[in-house]
T-cell receptor, first 110, second 112 residues
Framework: DQQVKQNSPSLSVQEGRISILNCDYT??????FLWYKKYPAEGPTFLIS?????DKNEDGRFTVFLNKSAKHLSLHIVPSQPGDSAVYFC?????????FGKGTRLHILP | NAGVMQNPRHLVRRRGQEARLRCSPM?????VYWYRQLPEEGLKFMVY????????ESGMPKERFSAEFPKEGPSILRIQQVVRGDSAAYFC??????????FGPGTRLTVT
């Protein structure tokens, strides 16, 4: 049973527009939520995180929003750039483990 | 400071052979994690180790799989008597502390 769900396998966004990647979770005991970015043939790269006690964290073009009552988080990228094309994994920490979603492939269109 | 290193990057094994995957953590990192990614899936936690200790192996298959992180040298993920279903990308991550994990480039294992 998936505890972290990314229901959109892929997303296409015009360059310069906002990319919104969504993630749902089932376990209310998660401590931190993380977003990782992955290019082909490379390992995931940490992007941004948010503590379960916060509702927003911003880092440059990347903002993560957390809605605990809905058990939902989202990653906003604005403006989207060609180099943002990658697979994005939503993840959550439970003690010493990171639990990953299946990923969303983001395509930035010229 | 070099990143997490994994070798080999690609490994081909016939059914029944053994696979050994190596992971050298970042300098100063004492926590190592192994994950497996099957095609079209997310990364699945396998095991968490500190030097000479297995802390959490709840994601490891009960048979054929083992992991170690000796006092000296890299962490090793060992798969005995490989089967086709073991074909996957295996990622190692290291951390100076919990949750801030830095991933290596992965080892792609193909079982023929």
């Amino acid at each position: 049973d998936q505890q972290v769900k990314q229901n959109s396998p892929s997303l296409s966004v015009q360059e310069g527009r906002i990319s919104i990647l969504n993630c749902d979770y089932t376990n209310s005991m998660f401590d931190y939520f993380l977003w990782y970015k992955k290019y082909p043939a490379e390992g995931p790269t940490f992007l941004i995180s948010i503590s379960s006690i916060k509702d927003k964290n911003e880092d440059g073009r990347f903002t993560v929003f957390l809605n605990k009552s809905a058990k939902h988080l989202s990653l906003h990228i604005v403006p989207s750039q060609p180099g943002d094309s990658a697979v994005y994994f939503c993840a959550a920490t439970e003690g010493d483990k990171i639990i990953f979603g299946k990923g969303t492939r983001l395509h930035i269109l010229p | 400071n070099a990143g997490v290193m994994q070798n080999p990057r690609h490994l081909v094994r016939r059914r029944g052979q053994e696979a050994r995957l190596r992971c050298s953590p970042m300098k100063g990192h004492s926590h190592v994690y192994w994950y497996r990614q099957l095609p079209e899936e997310g990364l699945k936690f396998m095991v968490y180790l500190q030097k000479e200790n297995i802390i959490d192996e709840s994601g490891m298959p009960k048979e054929r799989f083992s992991a170690e992180f000796p006092k000296e040298g890299p962490s090793i993920l060992r798969i005995q008597q490989v089967v086709r279903g073991d074909s996957a990308a295996y990622f190692c991550a290291s951390s100076p502390r919990n949750y801030e994990q830095y991933f290596g480039p992965g080892t792609r294992l193909t079982v023929t």
